[in-house]
Every structure is written in structure tokens, then in C-alpha cells.
């Protein structure tokens, strides 16, 4: 392959592909480059590329743009080709439904879920409240917040400064 077929094969790729609200590294893989995505991770990416009918190793800024609408269906509709353990939405507390959010949605949605634990004072909305551990963890040796326990060695150091100064 000379110089000249490869300057062609860079003129044909797309280095930002736009999906949703992200843009996506034209350079890689479908699957790689999906997993750039909120909300969605190796196993998305498959299910989406295979729903898509699309190579999971062809490059996406090499793809045409019937190609690459396929795949952003296959994205908005992630939650009726796969089954509901499989989506990251289940039992939403106020419809009920299962669904699969991307991009922002994941953000705002576990925002507003964690200011409802914060409002009706659960357990776990107090944890996140006081910036303390929520999911059980240890809390007696990690997590500290405070200054560090134990020997400052600066101080030390200026303090042996001023006592050679002093003599």
C-alpha cells in the first residue's frame, strides 16, 4: 500500500462522529467508540453493533452515514432489543418502566435520585449528604476527609532550621 492509498483512506474518515450529545473518536472501532458514550459499555456496544448489523471492528469515522443512522437507532432504542436485566433504568421509581439512559440523562437522572433519598432523609441520602461512604464500605482507616494523621516532616525540617540558625 503506497502513500498516496493511505492519504486517500485518511480523506474518507470522519475523526468526529456526533451521536446523541457526544462526539465520538472517528478513529476506532464501533465498539470501542461507543463505550465513549455515558450509559454505555462493552456489552451495549456489542448488542448495538450487532442490532445495528454493523462490524464490531470497522472503523466509525470509515462508515457511510445510512451506516451510522442505524446505529444511532440501534442507541435510542437499546431498551426493546435487549431484555430489561440488561438495562441500566430498571423499575423507574416514577413510571415503573425499565429503559436505558445515554449521554446527560445518566447524570441528571442520578442527581435527581440522590436529592429524593436526600429529601425524605433515607439512610443513603444522609451518607451522600455528610460525604460519607454509602454503600458500606469501611470507614475507620479509608475515606478520611480531614488532615493527615501523623508526622509533618516540613515542620520538622523548618524546625531544625531555626534551631542551626539560632546556634
Do not use: C
Request: charged content about 35%; glycine content about 8%.
Amino acid at each position: 500500500m503506497s502513500t498516496e492509498d493511505t492519504e486517500e483512506a485518511d480523506e474518507e474518515i470522519r475523526y468526529f462522529v456526533r451521536i446523541g450529545q457526544t462526539d465520538l473518536d472517528g478513529t476506532k472501532s464501533v465498539e470501542r467508540a461507543l463505550t465513549e458514550m455515558s450509559g454505555i459499555g462493552r456489552r451495549a456496544a456489542r448488542v448495538i453493533a450487532d442490532v445495528a448489523d454493523v462490524d464490531r471492528q470497522a472503523t466509525i469515522g470509515a462508515l457511510d452515514d445510512d451506516v451510522i443512522e442505524q446505529i444511532v437507532e440501534a442507541v435510542e432504542d437499546f431498551d426493546t432489543h435487549v431484555p430489561d436485566w440488561l438495562t441500566n433504568r430498571q423499575k423507574d421509581f416514577y413510571t415503573g418502566e425499565s429503559g436505558h439512559l445515554t449521554g446527560s440523562d445518566v447524570a441528571l437522572t442520578r442527581d435527581e435520585d440522590i436529592n429524593r433519598m436526600r429529601m425524605i432523609r433515607s439512610y443513603r441520602g444522609v451518607r451522600h449528604e455528610r460525604g460519607q461512604k454509602v454503600r458500606g464500605q469501611r470507614t475507620k482507616s479509608t475515606g478520611r476527609t480531614e488532615g493527615t494523621i501523623g508526622v509533618n516532616v516540613e515542620e520538622i525540617r523548618e524546625e531544625q532550621a531555626e534551631e542551626e540558625a539560632g546556634e
